[in-house]
């Protein structure tokens, strides 16, 4: 397979994972761009992987991990925070509403614990593979699975 292929079958599915770790999609465009700008270079040590794909995610989420460390102004976001929705009972938007109340909630946790959560529940990957992408051991997956799930839990109890 050559990159363009490998790029032309898995860009947009690499655009939704972003999307999810990053929780907004120029963010997630930015990550993504960044990301297959470092495949293209190191294309011959991706494509001789056992899995092209999960290599690629590795590296998608060490860089959105990784973001933090940047300097200040790329963490700056120039947006305001959405008013408080309060929908009524036959509201059609009541489901989008609480999307967006599960987005901001998953912005506050921790990268790791973020992504570990996006790569179970959203890429339903298993422990073993989560663990090699995020380059931990599998016990450590699920202690940042349950310690994010609490996390969200404690807030949504605390928002009623």
Known sequence: MTYEEFADSRLSALLRYAVMLTGDPTAAQDLVQETMLRVQLHWRRVARSDSPDGY?????????????????????????????????????????????????????????????????????????EIADILGCAVGTVRSSISRGLDALRAELVEAR
């Open 56 to 128: 690629v995610r590795r590296i998608m989420t060490n860089q959105f991990i990784e973001s933090r460390r940047a300097s200040w102004w790329r963490r700056v976001l120039l947006r305001a925070d959405p008013d408080p929705v309060v929908a009524a009972p036959t509201d059609h938007a009541a489901e989008s509403a609480e999307r967006d109340r599960v987005w901001s909630l998953l912005a506050r946790l921790p990268r790791r614990q973020r992504a570990a959560l996006v790569l179970r529940y959203y890429e339903d990957l298993p422990d073993q």
